[in-house]
């Protein structure tokens, strides 16, 4: 690859281009739900009256996910805005592995089952129990359990973690059921035993990202793997028991649970085992592949490493090699906007609070952990709140804004990329009202934002990479109306929504002269081409289109 070409009759602006990512925040399709909408935001207002804007497609194929019914999310969302394109994603790679069998003929595959088969041990699967086809989808662990079986293995435990994040809020048992059934046929015929062992919600125990929070991680440990925990004699029976004694939780909170029989917890892992963690996703898969992998471990009291053969879905960090096997190769992103910056020397600053400092660096990188030139590109992480995200609905923007002040006044940056996460985190959480103040938190900074840009000479593209704040409701497909659960309440949608998202470009100084380009159909991948264009750079010739044209 070679340094981007400047483009001819425009040298940039006088300050940065600046990238901000308001997640979660989409452009709703329905009024009711739509806290976006409902939500006090002069600033969102104004740019839409005034400035040039379009809208983007962020979900589907747009980010390379198997179909148009698949929700976007900021994993393949940062990924196509930083590589400029859009590229197979977990899912379908995951799909055609499976379709085509090369999951199951390859080396790690053939490794595991066969260390299972050989010494009559058991094998475990670790991963989100849903179809939401962002961590993880069960039809990938059906295949799975389905080929082990038939392939010889004996035992195999089932370590559920809930979803009602990316699934709706209370559908747990539907998933539970659905493999328990499932678990029923293969066990029909009496030649192997095949059970859940261990389970909890995602945000209670184990899904953890960006080490905000290794205790929950340990307290999945302790469950899947030391067997100590909460008892019950089934997942239904736990789930059942959870929601009894906390009403009005939902599922990413339950607590976790244990299986037993006899009064012995049916799935410890030990030594000689063989563990399968099904997530495709990376960001809430690593923290618990390091317990398993490293030699030396202090996140949390994990004693001695198991001498087990571990793998996961995907290798979740290619350049920290984690983990050392896995099922089905990662999406091979290359030439990424940051890649080519750094190779023209544009100074380069990526901002978020923990819950996204992953996203606007490693996915907007390729899923890459190392920068690509130490001394052009700085990022900074402000350290998230440990605590329920409704609670403080304004999260770190305060702070992550007072960061990107900081550069923008002195100029140090020509490019700065941000994301705030208030509309997507707290926009899972289903709290009407804090999803309401996170957008407007979100607005109040953009003010700032404005301001700033004004006075260095710079130029914001405001934008997102997927929705869900503007679709906090569940809808009838067909008629559009507002489904009610039995006590007459909306029901509450708290994952993503498949609703396109705005980008504005706030240009006070005028000075690229943009203009939307005739480009069509775009999705969130063309982001990277418009940033390049307006610092004043040709974009590579497989970027998809630019929004504008500037100049």
Request: aromatic residues 8%.
């Amino acid at each position: 690859m070679e340094a981007l070409k400047k483009i001819d009759g425009y040298s940039g602006p006088e300050g940065p281009v600046v990238l901000v990512i308001m997640d979660g925040v989409g452009i709703g399709k329905y009024e009711e739900g739509d806290m976006v909408r409902r939500a006090t935001t002069p600033m969102l207002d104004w740019l839409s009256a005034n400035v040039v804007k379009s809208q983007l497609k962020a979900h589907g194929t747009a980010v390379g996910l198997p179909s148009d019914d698949e929700m976007g999310n900021s994993e393949v969302g940062h990924n196509a805005i930083g590589a400029g394109r859009v590229f197979s994603q977990g899912a379908s790679l995951v799909n055609d592995a499976i379709e085509n069998g090369s999951l199951f003929d390859g080396d790690t595959w053939k490794e595991l089952v066969g260390n299972c088969t050989q010494n009559s041990s058991t094998l475990h699967f670790i991963g989100l129990l849903s179809d939401g086809y962002v961590h993880s989808h069960i039809s990938h662990l059906e295949a799975m359990l389905k080929s082990a079986k038939a392939e010889g293995v004996t035992k195999v435990r089932v370590h559920a973690l809930l979803d009602g994040r990316d699934v709706p809020p209370t559908s747990a048992l539907e998933y539970i059921d659905r493999l328990e059934a499932f678990l029923s046929e293969l066990n029909a015929d009496g030649s192997v035993d095949f059970r859940i062992g261990s389970g909890g919600g995602r945000m209670n125990i184990t899904m953890d990202r960006y080490g905000a929070n290794w205790p929950m991680v340990g307290r999945g440990w302790n469950v899947h793997v030391r067997g100590d925990g909460p008892q019950a004699d089934s997942a239904r029976e736990a789930v059942e028991a959870a929601r009894a004694a906390n009403r009005g939780v939902i599922d990413q909170d339950l607590p976790p649970f244990v299986i037993v029989e006899d009064g012995e917890p049916i799935g410890r892992i030990v030594d000689g085992d063989s563990v399968i963690l099904f997530n495709f996703r990376g960001d809430r898969a690593m923290e618990l592949t390091r317990a398993f992998e490293e030699e030396d471990f202090s996140k949390f009291d994990r004693g001695p490493r198991r001498d087990v053969k571990f793998a996961g879905m995907m290798q979740y960090d290619g350049d920290l090699g984690i983990p050392a096997k896995f099922l089905v190769a990662p999406p091979a992103l290359s030439e990424t906007t940051g890649e080519y910056l750094a190779l023209t020397g544009v100074k380069q600053l990526a901002v978020s609070e923990t819950q996204k400092f992953g996203h606007v660096t490693y996915f907007f990188n390729g899923n890459r952990t190392d920068k690509f030139n130490e001394e052009l590109e700085d990022y900074v992480e402000i350290t998230s709140d440990i605590l329920p995200f409704e609670e403080r609905p304004w999260m770190k923007a305060a702070e992550i804004t007072d960061v990107v002040l900081k550069a923008m006044g002195e100029n140090s940056h020509n490019f700065i990329r941000l994301n705030y996460p208030n509309g997507d985190m707290v926009g899972h959480t289903g709290n009407l009202l804090a999803v309401e103040i996170s957008v407007e938190t979100v607005d109040l900074h953009l003010a700032r934002l404005m301001k700033a840009a004004e006075k260095a000479g710079g130029i914001l593209v405001v934008t997102a990479d997927h929705g869900n704040a503007d679709d906090m409701f569940e809808h009838d497909k067909k008629t559009g109306a507002v489904k009610y659960d039995a006590d007459g309440n909306p029901r509450m949608k708290t994952s993503h929504s498949l609703n396109p998202v705005p980008v504005y470009i706030y240009d006070p100084s005028g000075i690229s002269k943009a203009r939307l380009s005739s480009a069509t159909n775009l999705g969130i991948s063309s982001l990277a081409a418009t940033c390049i264009k307006l610092l004043g750079y040709e974009p590579p010739e497989n970027y998809d289109p630019s929004i504008v044209d500037v100049g």
